[in-house]
Structures are given as structure tokens and as C-alpha cells.
């Protein structure tokens, strides 16, 4: 299993590592967006804005959302993966391990509730659009890691699916609103 995780890695950062250059910028920029200081910050402010407004369906969202960054904290340091050998790692201020990325779990699950709460709010076409923009931003956070040399895929994809499920208890189970 090991070495088809490896072999399946192998390949599909090789086809990332394939596209062109001018991408390093705007993936840099979204790797920052997505950065777990940004979203947890993000997290913080739904929690505040839930209680200043009394809403508790938005405030266990937000502690969900807190939480499944948590658990990746968890899962990281449960399976101690090192990093790809890469330049971009050796610079990297902050050290931790690859798995799964933070960045795509944080950003997913943070985001992800963005979008559901825009598409519940906002005035149609504007809720699809800005729902779907921040779905691309979710998945160019993603790809950005494998582009830029931080994780694995198998931690992005890991990370999207930590995510979905923080996500998902969000949408099904709590359903908040505004």
C-alpha cells in the first residue's frame, strides 16, 4: 500500500510540478490565504460575530470548523510524515509535519462555510457566484501546496476529505443561519 501511495504521489506532483510558472505567484498568494493563522483567524470571527448576534447554530459551526483544524493538528503529529525534500520546505519558518495539509483542511472547512452561508444569504446570481469562487479558491489552496513543493497530494487530498467531513457535520447536523 505504501508504495502505491508513493507511486500515486510520484506522479501526480510531477504533472503539478508540469504546469506553468507564471501559476507560482497566485499560488503563493492563495497558499497564504489559506494558511491555518488565517482561517483560524476566520473561524474566530464567525465564533465572535455568533455571539455578539446569539446565534448558537453558528457558533457550534464555527467550534466544528475550529475543531477539524485541531484534528489534523492531531492526525499530523499522530503520524509524523515528513515533507517533501524541497526547497520551499527547507525555508519554511515554521516546521510540522505534511499530514495532512492544514492548510487544505483549514481552508476547506472554513471556506466551505463561507460559501454555504453565501448561498443561503445572498441574492441569486450573486450566491452561486461567489459559492463557486470560493469552492475554486478551496481547491487552488490545494494544489498550491503540491505546486509549490509543501505537501504530498495524498495530504491534500486527506486534508479535502478532513475537511468535507468538518463540513459536512456543518451543513447536515448543525445547519446554521445568519
Request: cysteine-free.
Amino acid at each position: 500500500m505504501k508504495q502505491l501511495l508513493h507511486q500515486f504521489d510520484h506522479v501526480v506532483s510531477g504533472y503539478i510540478a508540469t504546469l506553468p510558472t507564471w501559476l507560482k505567484t497566485p499560488f503563493l498568494l492563495m497558499s497564504f490565504i489559506g494558511q491555518p493563522i488565517v482561517t483560524i483567524s476566520i473561524g474566530l470571527i464567525i465564533a465572535a460575530f455568533a455571539i455578539f448576534r446569539f446565534n448558537q447554530r453558528l457558533l457550534i459551526a464555527s467550534i466544528v470548523a475550529l475543531s477539524t483544524m485541531g484534528i489534523n493538528t492531531i492526525i499530523k503529529y499522530t503520524f509524523e510524515r515528513d515533507r517533501p525534500a524541497t526547497e520551499y520546505v527547507s525555508h519554511m519558518v515554521i516546521k510540522s509535519y505534511s499530514f495532512p495539509s492544514g492548510h487544505t483542511a483549514g481552508s476547506t472547512v472554513i471556506f466551505g462555510l463561507l460559501a454555504y452561508l453565501a448561498f443561503q444569504l445572498l441574492p441569486q446570481p450573486l450566491n452561486v457566484i461567489v459559492s463557486a469562487l470560493l469552492a475554486l479558491l478551496i481547491i487552488g489552496i490545494g494544489v498550491s501546496r503540491v505546486y509549490l513543493g509543501a505537501h504530498f497530494p495524498s495530504d491534500v487530498i486527506f486534508g479535502w476529505i478532513l475537511g468535507l467531513v468538518g463540513l459536512s457535520i456543518i451543513i447536515y447536523i448543525v445547519a446554521p443561519t445568519i
